[in-house]
Structure formats: C-alpha cells, structure tokens
C-alpha cells in the first residue's frame, strides 16, 4: 500500500521560514512532488526530487532523502499570500500516478 | 493558459440518478487522471487512462466508471449518485512518466448529491 504523511497544520509569521514535512512509504518510488493549493483553486506544480538532495527554487526549496523515505519544503520570506494548503505527492510506477498526501494547511499571519 | 477545462463547474444532483463530468484538454497530453478531494482525505485517484481507451482503476473506483474515446476528452461517470459522492473532482494531464512538472489540474467540478 501506499502511505505519506503530512502535519495537519501549521502557522508562522510573516517574513519567517517555515519548513513542513512528508514521510512516505510506497510501493515504488519514481519521485517526489510539492503542490500549493489555496482555498477553492487548483493545485499548482511548486517542486520535483527525484534524487537526494535540495532543489531550490526562489522562495522555495525542497529536500529529499531516499533511504528514510522524507522530504521537506523550505517557505523563506513568507508572505501573506503564502497562506495555503501544500500537498506532497509520490510518483510510483505503472500509470504515471501520483499518491497524494493530506496536505498541510499553513496559514501565515501578521 | 494549461489548455484544461473542466465542466460542469457545480452541479447538485439527487441521490439515485446518473451524472457525467467532463474533462476536456487542448495538450495533446497521453496521461488523464480523475482525483476527488474530501477533508481529511486528501486528492484521491478514481480512474486514470493512459491512451485512447485505455483506462485503469484508482484507489476509489466503486460507483465510477470512465471512458476516453479521444485524446482531449476523459468523461468520468457516477452511475447513480449517492451523498458519499458528494465531492470537489478534479481532472489532471500529465504527457510523461518523467515529466519533472508532475500533473497540471483542472478547475474543479464541485458536486453536491441530496
């Protein structure tokens, strides 16, 4: 089966660094995927890993350890408009799908 | 613009009567997926195709079934609708099993069944 796991919640201060985390077990692994999701939208693409390591885009940065199944992603300068739900997703094979976790709902405040 | 549409947007419908939502892409993408997203739950894979009628069973297929007899449309249907389908869906293309952009979504459809 297929499992990851994302903290419910979290809050932080504008202008701060958040860092929210996904545990995954999954049968196959083809990469690691960061979506942002605000309330009544669709999801957007923010990420991909697929080896370990940090891929840094902007404000955002992802981390991938393979071998003990984690990725975080790294808000920097955190912004109102950063209030949002973020979902971590696995690709496994056969099909091209992706197994979603809950999301995380960050909510950002003054 | 990701080229994806989704319609309808909303629908309400009562419980027992069959409902199609539809999926309508410009990308020419091989990979369409139907998700539904609850609270608590997450994004969850109904069905999927990765051609022309060709199609798979997601995690939460009961009660659904699929059909793509072309590239740009992927029609999900509820046979006959019960509350528990109650529900945000939400429609995703991908072109590659190594595409580095994962999924792009459509808007949503929003479905009420009383």
């Known amino acids: 089966g297929q499992n990851i796991d994302q903290p419910t919640e979290m809050t932080a201060t504008e202008g701060a660094i958040v860092q929210i985390n996904c545990t995954y077990q999954?049968?196959?692994?083809?990469?690691l995927f960061w979506y942002q999701q605000h309330a009544g939208e669709a999801p957007t693409f923010l990420s991909y890993n697929v080896l370990d390591g940090l891929e840094e885009k902007g404000r955002f940065s992802s981390f991938l350890s393979r071998s003990k199944g984690y990725s975080y992603l790294l808000l920097k300068e955190l912004q109102m408009k950063d209030s949002a739900s973020y979902l971590c997703?696995?690709?496994?094979?056969?099909?091209?799908?992706?197994?979603f976790g809950t999301g995380t709902q960050l909510k950002v405040e003054l | 613009d990701a080229g994806i549409t989704q319609s309808p947007r909303h629908k309400v419908t009562e419980t027992g009567t069959p409902v199609t939502l539809r999926c309508h892409q410009t990308?020419?993408?091989?990979?369409m997926y139907w998700y539904r997203q609850d609270p608590g739950h997450g994004l969850r894979l109904i069905h999927y195709s990765y051609g022309v009628k060709d199609t798979d069973k997601g995690e939460v297929s009961d009660g659904y079934s699929v059909s793509r007899s072309k590239t740009e449309d992927f029609l999900l249907t509820l046979e006959s609708a019960t509350s528990s389908q109650t529900s945000v869906y939400f429609c995703?293309?991908?072109?590659?099993?190594?595409?580095?952009?994962?999924?792009?979504f459509g808007s949503g459809t929003r479905l009420t069944v009383v």
């Open positions: 999954t049968s196959g692994f083809n990469g």
């Open positions: 995703a293309i991908s072109e590659s099993m190594q595409e580095r952009d994962g999924y792009t």
């Open positions: 997703a696995v690709r496994t094979g056969g099909g091209n799908k992706l197994t």
């Open positions: 990308e020419n993408h091989r990979y």
